[in-house]
């Protein structure tokens, strides 16, 4: 029951995903929230009415004109009264409509009128959702700061596959909970550094680590989803940024400590980006090949994990670092939480046998003061969400 006293108003627009949307209804309010409903004319064509009206127990909002809507609840009201308004699906339409501001029925007026947060759930073809006109409106709302969930890539209504359906009601409810339920860490700000530095060697070449950012990227989704606001600080990956958390880009380790010192203070910091350990004078023009074999004069990279560790004002109350090693695991991890003066290391084999490098799963032992705890193999969204149950009691304690 995440999501008691919460109330969503729900936006259904004209889609033939709109049948999924009844079980997102269901599971909203098997978690506790109060759902109203605003059907748009074309809507009514995928559900009816009746359907929406059974599921959420209130009445459903259609005509803007209906007198009694606006005696009884006028539309800016309908829009006030909620804590967030989820449109899904949202039609290419609907998105183009909020993109410029048009507020033509009862669903897209409620729309402008709300100040509230927005999360839209698109569903459509995938050629009218790679149109550039849709990603550019898509881009538009995200920068005023309505959130986005999917849309998935999958066979889609006409027998076509692509990128255009809907999230399933589970990932919209994550998103839902994500944004405005309470957790166990509200209140608390946390930090996060994930995926690989890059250090220039020249215009064209650098020096990097092989990380994919999905285990840093992991965890600062479940921080978020345990209610902390979190920044994640991440080196060049191909993962998406999570929804619900900061995300500043950087390239480089020197950039990188700086965008995590301007995120201070912070109660939690996890260092899961593999940092180079080394960086060059990178060349101001391309280096060429015929000027003989190039030599690169290494200088050390700045420890992020040891910086943050340090005592004094500014440190976080939990700073947990990550150890990747190949052999010996668990005393080099032991080791290294000494030598970095952190509170927790993750180990990890990453040794060529556990190929934990890209890939989805991960097997881990946290080391505290206390000793090391086996974890089982997992995958990495799970350990991340065995790591944020860990940092819950931390702060329970
Ligand atoms: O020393 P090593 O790279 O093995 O330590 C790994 C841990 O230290 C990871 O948590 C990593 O994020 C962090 N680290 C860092 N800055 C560096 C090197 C490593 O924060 N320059």
Known sequence: MSLVNRRVLLVITGGIAAYKTLDLIRRLREQGAAVRAILTEAATQFVTPLAVQTLTGEKVYRDIFALTDESEMGHLRLA???????????????????????????????LLATDKMILVAPAMNHRMWLNEATQANVARLTMRGIKCVGPNTGSLAEGETGPGRMAEPLEILSAIELLVADGPLKGRRALVTSGPTH????????LANRSSGKQGHAIASALAHAGAETVLISGPTAEPDPLGVRVHHVESARDMLKACE?????????CAAAVADWRVEPAPQKIKKNGGLPVLRLEENPDILATLSRPGNL??????????????????????????????????????AMSTFGSDNNTVHLIDANGVEDWPPQSKREVAASLTRRIVDFFAA
Do not use: Y
Request: proline residues 6%; negative net charge; contains cysteine.
């Open 199 to 206: 250090e220039a060697i020249d215009p064209v070449r650098f």
């Open 80 to 110: 006030q009264e909620a804590d967030i308004v989820v449109v899904a699906p949202a039609t290419a339409d609907m998105l183009a409509k909020m993109a410029v501001g048009i507020a033509d029925d009862l669903a897209s007026t409620a």
């Open 315 to 352: 440190r976080p109350r939990l700073v947990i670092g990550f150890a990747a090693e190949t052999e010996n695991l668990i005393a080099h991890a032991r080791k290294k939480r000494e030598a970095k003066g952190c509170d927790w290391i993750v180990a990890n084999d990453v040794s060529p």
């Open 262 to 270: 301007a995120a201070l203070p912070v109660e939690i910091a996890v």
